[in-house]
């Protein structure tokens, strides 16, 4: 780890006023990427802002949507009755993240501004529809993810919130890397207020990806049946040691299928 | 109340597992020394490189920097030292490269050390390091063997010409060649044995200190053998008389034979410390573990068998192509020599054997000795093989094998390619093996799965292994360059508690348990009395360490000879106190009698008589109860048995999930059943994770991919299942204990049990083999080219 500043603010505003105009400054939210690739020395930031005090953490849920604040970690969300009850497979997304201690620390914020293309929680974002909420806007997931860790977020913009909207039938199911346990290959599918759409995280070259033939045959019938034929080209899938591009898009059927199978 | 029975054969709870469970273990990287300095490496990038120019003066001028070290600081100190010399076919001795310290002149494999940094602070040292200006001038790298040995490839060392270091056979060529012109059918198989990274759990730390005023030099290190890193570093590398140099292995996380060898950063420390008069501290992050540490396996060989028209096997012809990695490390070249070739025949009556072995550098992390050391190698050869001739020939796994097997009555066996194996049962093994796995059942099981849209098979191995290389003179005469014998020191305490100091080391295998254990029985002094003391060179009069499960073989053995001494001595100072004969005196459940009467006197009492000689034979025996044996071992010993692993495959993933493993084991006595289990079950999820999820990854250009555990699967405990674990014990005949060893067995055993498992379950796709490791990706290929061709 280099040196670097540290700060933690007590308030939204003076997060922002601490990360605008340091484009070397990086926000701290549960650190589960952040903190390993400091400890590498993959990074060397003026200073870290942490967002642990701005009260950002907690879950609303309403009839029709459930809100989880930036900082709530994936325990918290995997644990919380509400949520079980109105976006079960949200639930089990968040307790299948890393372990134990990732769940502890690891914040929905901080996943969803990383934007890891391996990560789970885009895919459940991407599918459901859900809205992030910002110091300054709300964005909609179709425009907020823009390819591997690269999203629609700007400089000193901090995300407080995201917001599901409650599905009728909705499963996440990952197949885990071997070594690193991220998802290899993870689809969430949703069946809900926004229409049918399938999200598919670990695979796609530009990270979380909607798999539009898939939709186009659930919305015609939602059953694991109606995906038979239904493929997905290998072209901009990744590949490295443990899975090649053809590979990927095969396990994208099959995952697919299993997703729609649990959501029933 | 009866005293718990705590000798041999029980099942005593791990006296050491107090302190690790609890965290209050004293690893190295717990020992500070004052006035402590850190030390950090700079290593290559690159696999293969021209050192153009170093430039160390912006580090040196950082803050809190010590001292830059490069190859030309360490111009006076040799190379690290290679414990074992191999001669080719030809009688020429191997190329022997120098193995320097730090690089000198040229960088040869991803982690090479051309530069340490000694700075107040880690962060400083780490800091400094990255200011060492370094130009390298790229040359072309190979990662594997065949790549190495092509004409044309990168020569890696200038006195090693085509990459070979030596090109080495044994057996009988011309009567292997004449049993092949008249077999009724030859079996051929391709396979590799996939390159793995040990993995300890404690990465590798080294202390150098120095006093001064008495220029006394000790190294603290996470090491399974502190007196031959003493002898190797002190006599080879820095030229440090035994006397002034002491090295101190502490609790060891782990070391599955990583930690046997002598590596460069134990040397740079010791040296440093003694040039800076300051203690030099290193630890290695996982990174560097994974480039650094001593890697695993790593054969390409071509294995046929001659089989007459009934299955008989008739002759064995090998060739394997072992990687060395870059340079030799310690114990290399024995490996897929004498670990390896002398154990082609296994479990079988096989009459005649001929194996070539071609050993080649590489531009990779060097490979030596890992938990079982060229015996998985060989069982998966020969059991793969075997499967492969019944998936050709159409005979069944286990008939072919009963044909085959060295009958019970013929021991001692003399095998054709050097081993006499003294005792074995592999029919009683596989017997009872088959019965737990309850392998009649699994046709019922196997339908079962298929109606739930799975594959399921199983895979059965046979083993036969050698422990406790031996005896000094046979290695000695094939290469060793250091005796294979153990030291045991007993000190009888005045009150008769005992401390054991013993020449082997413990990092995980629980001696302090087991070899109390064997106090207990024979000198009848409780458990809770007896001490063991390992790890220090300053303690331990001699030793070679732990490594090819040989410390109760050859460790407990030299323990016997010296409690025999004891116990002689003992006698006669009964024989004294008791006013009877020597000859009189009977020696059994800690107490000295005088044979056929009530009169007796406990070891406690002839020990305080020992040390408190009023009433003594002190013109006959010395004061003292405190007896040392050094002990040179007759033979190997030779642990065997029968793994049957099976598996389930799901078709759509590719993914198999280890269902059933059943191990059936001879490991000679068995001293603590438990630490047995729990050796095997260790061994079994090592082999269990080279078969379906380990694998070291070099691209084509010698760049590790799979340099960290994001891409190195380690085997957890979702990927096993409940490892049913059982012994059938046949005795040693040449130990006193009539031990075998137990802590590689699982290791060797388990690996073609798992991929016969595999291919069994993928029967109806056409494979015939598959290489380690069965990942999902390789399984599904075979399926879905299955299913093409099927269309």
Same mark, same amino acid.
């Given at each position: 780890?280099?040196?670097?500043?540290?700060t933690?603010?007590?308030?939204?505003?003076?997060?922002?006023a601490a990360?605008a105009?340091?484009?070397e400054?990086k926000?701290?939210?549960?650190?589960?990427?952040?903190?390993?690739?400091l400890?590498?020395?993959?990074n060397k930031?003026?200073?870290?802002?942490d967002?642990s005090k701005?009260?950002?953490?907690?879950?609303?849920?309403?009839?029709?949507?459930v809100?989880?604040?930036?900082?709530?970690?994936?325990?918290?969300v995997?644990a919380?009755?509400?949520?079980?009850?109105?976006?079960?497979?949200?639930?089990?997304?968040?307790?299948?993240i890393g372990d134990?201690?990732?769940?502890?620390?690891g914040?929905?914020?901080?996943?969803?501004?990383n934007?890891?293309p391996?990560a789970?929680?885009?895919?459940?974002?991407?599918?459901?529809?859900?809205?992030?909420?910002?110091?300054?806007?709300?964005?909609?997931?179709?425009d907020?993810?823009?390819?591997?860790?690269t999203?629609?977020?700007e400089?000193?913009?901090?995300i407080?919130?995201?917001?599901?909207?409650?599905p009728?039938k909705?499963?996440?199911?990952?197949?885990?890397?071997?070594?690193?346990?991220?998802a290899?290959?993870g689809?969430?599918?949703?069946?809900g207020?926004?229409g049918?759409?399938?999200?598919?995280?670990?695979a796609?070259?530009?990270?979380?990806?909607?798999h539009?033939?898939?939709?186009a045959?659930?919305?015609?019938?939602?059953?694991p049946?109606?995906?038979?034929?239904?493929?997905?080209?290998?072209d901009?899938?990744?590949?490295?040691?443990?899975?090649?591009a053809?590979?990927?898009?095969?396990l994208?059927?099959?995952?697919?299928?299993r997703?729609v199978a649990?959501?029933? | 109340?009866?005293?718990?029975f705590?000798?041999i054969?029980?099942?005593?709870?791990r006296?050491?597992?107090?302190r690790?469970i609890?965290g209050?273990g004293?690893?190295? @990287?717990?020992?500070?020394?004052?006035?402590?300095?850190?030390?950090?490496f700079?290593?290559?990038?690159?696999?293969?490189?021209?050192?153009i120019?170093?430039?160390?003066?912006?580090?040196?001028?950082?803050?809190?920097?010590?001292?830059?070290y490069?190859?030309?600081?360490?111009?006076?100190?040799?190379g690290l030292?290679?414990?074992?010399?191999?001669?080719?076919?030809?009688?020429?001795?191997?190329a022997?490269?120098?193995?320097?310290?730090?690089?000198?002149?040229k960088?040869?494999h991803?982690?090479?050390?051309?530069?340490?940094?000694?700075? +107040?602070?880690?962060?400083?040292a780490?800091?400094?390091a990255e200011?060492?200006e370094?130009d390298?001038? @790229?040359l072309?790298a190979?990662?594997?063997? %065949?790549?190495?040995?092509k004409?044309?490839?990168?020569?890696?060392?200038d006195n090693?010409?085509?990459?070979?270091?030596?090109?080495?056979?044994?057996?009988d060529?011309?009567?292997?060649?004449?049993?092949f012109a008249?077999?009724?059918?030859?079996?051929?198989?391709?396979?590799?044995n996939n390159?793995?990274?040990?993995?300890?759990?404690e990465?590798?730390?080294?202390?150098?200190?120095?006093?001064?005023? #008495?220029?006394?030099?000790?190294?603290?290190t996470?090491?399974?053998n502190?007196h031959?890193?003493?002898?190797l570093?002190?006599?080879?590398v820095l030229?440090?008389p035994?006397?002034k140099?002491?090295v101190v292995?502490?609790?060891?996380?782990g070391?599955?034979g990583?930690?046997?060898?002598?590596?460069a950063?134990?040397a740079t420390?010791?040296?440093?410390?003694?040039?800076?008069?300051r203690?030099v501290?290193?630890?290695?992050d996982? #990174?560097?573990?994974?480039?650094?540490?001593?890697?695993?396996?790593?054969?390409?060989?071509t294995a046929?068998?001659a089989?007459?028209a009934?299955?008989?096997f008739?002759?064995l012809?090998?060739?394997?192509?072992?990687?060395?990695g870059?340079?030799?490390?310690t114990?290399a070249?024995a490996?897929p020599?004498?670990?390896?070739?002398?154990?082609?025949?296994g479990?079988?009556?096989?009459?005649?054997?001929?194996a070539?072995?071609?050993a080649?550098?590489?531009?990779?992390?060097?490979v030596?000795?890992?938990?079982?050391?060229?015996r998985?190698?060989?069982?998966?050869?020969l059991?793969r093989?075997?499967? !492969?001739?019944?998936?050709? !020939?159409?005979?069944d796994p286990?008939?072919?094998?009963?044909?085959n097997?060295?009958?019970?009555?013929a021991f001692?066996?003399q095998t054709p390619?050097?081993?006499?194996?003294?005792?074995?049962?592999?029919? %009683?093994?596989?017997e009872?093996?088959?019965?737990?796995?309850?392998?009649?059942?699994?046709?019922?099981?196997?339908?079962?799965?298929?109606?739930?849209g799975k594959?399921?098979g199983i895979?059965i191995?046979?083993?036969? +292994?050698?422990?406790?290389?031996?005896p000094?003179?046979v290695?000695?005469?094939l290469?060793?360059?250091?005796?294979?014998?153990e030291v045991?020191?007993?000190r009888?305490?005045? #009150?008769?508690?005992v401390?054991?100091?013993?020449?082997?080391?413990?990092?995980?295998?629980?001696?302090?348990?087991?070899?109390?254990?064997?106090?207990?029985s024979?000198?009848?002094?409780?458990?809770?009395?007896v001490?063991?003391?390992h790890g220090?060179?300053n303690?331990?009069p001699?030793?070679?360490? %732990?490594?090819g499960?040989?410390?109760l073989?050859?460790?407990?053995?030299a323990?016997?000879?010296a409690?025999d001494?004891?116990?002689?001595?003992?006698?006669?100072?009964?024989?004294?106190?008791?006013?009877a004969?020597?000859?009189?005196?009977?020696?059994? @459940?800690?107490?000295?009698?005088?044979?056929g009467?009530?009169?007796?006197?406990?070891l406690?009492?002839?020990?305080?008589?020992?040390?408190?000689?009023?009433?003594?034979?002190?013109?006959?025996?010395?004061?003292?109860?405190? +007896?040392?044996?050094?002990?040179?071992?007759a033979?190997f !010993?030779?642990?065997?048995?029968?793994?049957?692993?099976?598996?389930?495959?799901?078709p759509e !993933?590719?993914v198999?999930s280890?269902?059933?493993?059943?191990?059936?084991?001879?490991?000679?006595?068995?001293i603590?059943p438990?630490?047995?289990?729990?050796?095997?079950?260790?061994g079994?999820?090592?082999?269990?994770g080279?078969?379906?999820?380990?694998?070291?990854?070099?691209?084509s250009?010698?760049?590790?991919?799979?340099g960290?555990?994001m891409?190195?699967?380690?085997?957890?405990?979702d990927?096993l299942?409940?490892i049913?674990v059982?012994t059938?014990n %046949?005795l040693?005949?040449?130990?006193?204990?009539?031990?075998?060893g137990c802590?590689?067995?699982?290791?060797i055993g388990?690996?073609?049990?798992?991929m016969?498992?595999?291919?069994?379950a993928l029967?109806?796709?056409?494979?015939?083999?598959?290489?380690?490791?069965?990942?999902?990706?390789?399984?599904?290929?075979?399926i879905?080219?299955?299913?093409?061709a099927?269309?």
């Amino acid at each position: 780890m280099y040196d670097f500043g540290y700060t933690k603010p007590s308030s939204l505003a003076d997060a922002v006023a601490a990360l605008a105009g340091d484009d070397e400054a990086k926000a701290l939210a549960g650190g589960q990427t952040l903190i390993p690739v400091l400890k590498q020395r993959l990074n060397k930031p003026t200073k870290v802002v942490d967002l642990s005090k701005l009260g950002l953490s907690g879950i609303t849920v309403t009839g029709d949507s459930v809100t989880i604040g930036a900082m709530t970690n994936h325990a918290t969300v995997a644990a919380s009755a509400d949520v079980k009850r109105a976006i079960p497979a949200l639930a089990a997304l968040a307790g299948g993240i890393g372990d134990i201690q990732v769940r502890n620390r690891g914040t929905i914020g901080g996943s969803m501004a990383n934007n890891d293309p391996s990560a789970c929680y885009p895919s459940a974002v991407l599918a459901l529809g859900a809205t992030i909420t910002t110091n300054k806007r709300s964005i909609s997931a179709d425009d907020y993810f823009q390819g591997m860790f690269t999203t629609a977020l700007e400089a000193g913009e901090v995300i407080t919130s995201v917001t599901f909207p409650v599905p009728a039938k909705a499963a996440y199911i990952k197949f885990k890397n071997p070594a690193s346990r991220y998802a290899m290959v993870g689809v969430f599918v949703a069946n809900g207020p926004k229409g049918v759409r399938v999200a598919v995280t670990g695979a796609g070259q530009g990270g979380v990806f909607r798999h539009t033939g898939a939709e186009a045959a659930l919305s015609k019938s939602w059953s694991p049946a109606s995906l038979d034929g239904v493929s997905i080209s290998p072209d901009n899938m990744n590949s490295d040691i443990h899975a090649s591009a053809p590979y990927r898009a095969h396990l994208v059927g099959v995952v697919t299928k299993r997703a729609v199978a649990a959501a029933g | 109340m009866n005293a718990p029975f705590e000798g041999i054969g029980a099942s005593v709870r791990r006296k050491e597992d107090l302190r690790f469970i609890s965290g209050r273990g004293n690893y190295t @990287d717990d020992i500070n020394r004052p006035n402590q300095t850190y030390a950090v490496f700079r290593r290559s990038d690159r696999p293969h490189a021209n050192i153009i120019s170093i430039d160390t003066s912006a580090a040196k001028s950082a803050p809190g920097v010590v001292a830059v070290y490069t190859a030309e600081d360490l111009a006076a100190i040799g190379g690290l030292p290679c414990g074992w010399q191999i001669h080719s076919k030809d009688g020429s001795p191997m190329a022997e490269p120098k193995h320097p310290v730090l690089a000198e002149g040229k960088v040869r494999h991803v982690g090479d050390p051309i530069a340490v940094v000694i700075a +107040e602070t880690k962060q400083q040292a780490r800091d400094a390091a990255e200011l060492i200006e370094i130009d390298l001038q @790229d040359l072309p790298a190979t990662a594997t063997v %065949t790549d190495a040995l092509k004409s044309g490839a990168a020569q890696i060392h200038d006195n090693a010409p085509g990459n070979v270091c030596y090109d080495w056979h044994i057996g009988d060529k011309e009567a292997t060649e004449a049993a092949f012109a008249k077999a009724a059918k030859i079996v051929k198989l391709d396979l590799e044995n996939n390159r793995l990274v040990p993995n300890a759990m404690e990465p590798r730390v080294a202390i150098g200190d120095y006093d001064r005023h #008495t220029s006394d030099y000790t190294l603290f290190t996470t090491s399974q053998n502190p007196h031959v890193i003493r002898l190797l570093m002190g006599a080879f590398v820095l030229g440090l008389p035994e006397h002034k140099l002491r090295v101190v292995a502490p609790d060891v996380g782990g070391g599955f034979g990583s930690k046997i060898y002598h590596y460069a950063e134990e040397a740079t420390v010791t040296w440093a410390a003694g040039k800076l008069g300051r203690p030099v501290k290193w630890t290695a992050d996982r #990174t560097e573990s994974f480039m650094s540490d001593a890697h695993g396996r790593d054969h390409v060989s071509t294995a046929e068998m001659a089989l007459d028209a009934q299955g008989n096997f008739l002759a064995l012809r090998v060739n394997t192509l072992a990687n060395m990695g870059a340079y030799l490390s310690t114990f290399a070249p024995a490996v897929p020599t004498y670990l390896y070739a002398t154990l082609l025949a296994g479990t079988y009556r096989t009459p005649v054997i001929y194996a070539e072995v071609k050993a080649v550098f590489t531009n990779t992390v060097p490979v030596d000795a890992y938990r079982g050391a060229g015996r998985p190698e060989a069982t998966f050869l020969l059991e793969r093989l075997v499967d !492969t001739i019944c998936h050709d !020939t159409g005979f069944d796994p286990v008939a072919i094998r009963l044909q085959n097997f060295i009958p019970k009555d013929a021991f001692p066996y003399q095998t054709p390619v050097a081993l006499q194996y003294d005792s074995g049962d592999y029919f %009683t093994t596989m017997e009872v093996a088959m019965k737990n796995a309850d392998y009649a059942g699994f046709p019922a099981r196997k339908a079962a799965a298929a109606a739930k849209g799975k594959l399921r098979g199983i895979g059965i191995s046979t083993y036969l +292994e050698a422990c406790g290389i031996a005896p000094s003179a046979v290695v000695g005469s094939l290469g060793a360059r250091a005796g294979l014998y153990e030291v045991a020191n007993i000190r009888v305490h005045p #009150t008769g508690s005992v401390s054991v100091f013993t020449g082997t080391h413990s990092h995980g295998q629980g001696h302090e348990t087991t070899l109390a254990q064997l106090v207990t029985s024979q000198l009848g002094v409780p458990f809770s009395q007896v001490e063991i003391v390992h790890g220090d060179t300053n303690r331990i009069p001699f030793g070679m360490g %732990t490594y090819g499960s040989r410390s109760l073989a050859v460790g407990g053995t030299a323990m016997v000879k010296a409690m025999d001494k004891i116990i002689a001595k003992g006698k006669k100072i009964a024989a004294h106190l008791l006013e009877a004969s020597v000859d009189d005196i009977e020696f059994a @459940d800690g107490s000295f009698k005088v044979a056929g009467t009530d009169r007796a006197k406990t070891l406690s009492e002839i020990a305080l008589t020992a040390y408190v000689p009023h009433n003594y034979p002190i013109t006959e025996i010395e004061p003292g109860l405190d +007896e040392t044996a050094f002990y040179d071992p007759a033979n190997f !010993t030779f642990p065997g048995g029968c793994h049957v692993c099976e598996v389930e495959i799901d078709p759509e !993933t590719g993914v198999t999930s280890i269902v059933n493993f059943t191990a059936v084991d001879d490991v000679g006595r068995v001293i603590n059943p438990m630490i047995v289990e729990g050796q095997v079950q260790g061994g079994v999820a090592q082999g269990i994770g080279q078969a379906l999820l380990e694998h070291a990854v070099y691209d084509s250009n010698a760049q590790l991919l799979s340099g960290s555990f994001m891409d190195y699967t380690m085997p957890r405990a979702d990927n096993l299942t409940n490892i049913s674990v059982a012994t059938e014990n %046949t005795l040693c005949t040449h130990n006193p204990l009539g031990v075998k060893g137990c802590g590689e067995v699982g290791a060797i055993g388990s690996p073609p049990a798992v991929m016969n498992a595999v291919i069994s379950a993928l029967k109806d796709y056409g494979v015939r083999h598959m290489n380690m490791p069965a990942s999902p990706e390789k399984i599904w290929g075979i399926i879905n080219a299955g299913r093409k061709a099927a269309e």
